[in-house]
């Protein structure tokens, strides 16, 4: 069976302040994986997509990047955090484009 | 790109009645829906979903139905419990690896 973990599962921080968060995917080779920003309350924003290691698309521009150094992790970052990137970032993976999606537990982030 | 359009915002059911949410899209060329449902503080999780070459797919007490000519979906939830509060995302996928949802629906479910 597939696992998907994210890491860490909470974060604090401070405006300006770098972030990486990481997500993995046990159990299934080669799966489309994406990263998902939730704002409190607010619906799911699709932010990246990747379908292979060291292919990532851009979906929405909101000064952050992602990387997939892995054929199992996808790593979402930036070096500086806008109080506006508080929210809930949500990992997930499908086998395919036109599959289903199955997210992650997510990260709670919390910009001060 | 596509947008989705999902109403009501807000729920709120007898129990034993049942619920309907309601999705429209603008792009004629997707052809996938699925339905999340998240709990507080949860991750969302599938709960049904239907391509562009069905008309109706049920899943026990989940109905969704499509009619593509108006770019309308919608879940129909039968008989409700107080365990199916939560809140509810509708999603359309018109191109590969690109999923764009709905503002969701809270439903409540009350005795």
């Known amino acids: 069976a597939q696992t998907i973990h994210q890491w860490p599962v909470a974060e604090i921080k401070a405006v300006g302040s770098p972030l990486s968060l990481g997500c993995t995917i046990k159990g299934k080779s080669s799966p489309n994986l994406y990263w998902y920003w939730q704002a409190t309350g607010g619906t799911l924003q699709q932010l990246f997509y990747s379908i292979t290691v060291g292919q990532v698309e851009s979906v929405v521009q909101l000064n952050l990047s992602a990387s997939r150094p892995k054929d199992d992790q996808f790593i979402l970052s930036t070096e500086k955090l806008l109080l506006s990137h508080s929210g809930f970032y949500l990992c997930?993976?499908?086998?395919?484009?036109?599959?289903?999606?199955?997210f992650g537990p997510g990260t709670r982030l919390t910009v001060l | 790109g596509e947008q989705v359009e999902q109403l009501p915002s807000i729920l709120r059911v007898q129990e034993g009645s049942s619920a309907s949410i309601n999705c429209s899209y603008e792009d004629s060329a997707s052809n996938y829906f699925p339905w999340y449902k998240q709990e507080p503080g949860e991750n969302p999780k599938l709960i049904i979903d239907i391509r562009s070459n069905m008309e109706r797919k049920q899943i026990q007490e989940l109905i969704v139905l499509l009619d593509k000519k108006a770019k309308r979906f919608s879940l129909h939830i039968t008989d409700t419990q107080p365990g199916d509060s939560a809140m509810y995302f509708c999603a359309a996928s018109s191109s590969f690896s690109k999923l764009v949802f709905g503002q969701g629906t809270s439903l409540s479910v009350v005795p």
């Open positions: 997930a993976w499908s086998t395919g484009g036109y599959a289903e999606q199955f």
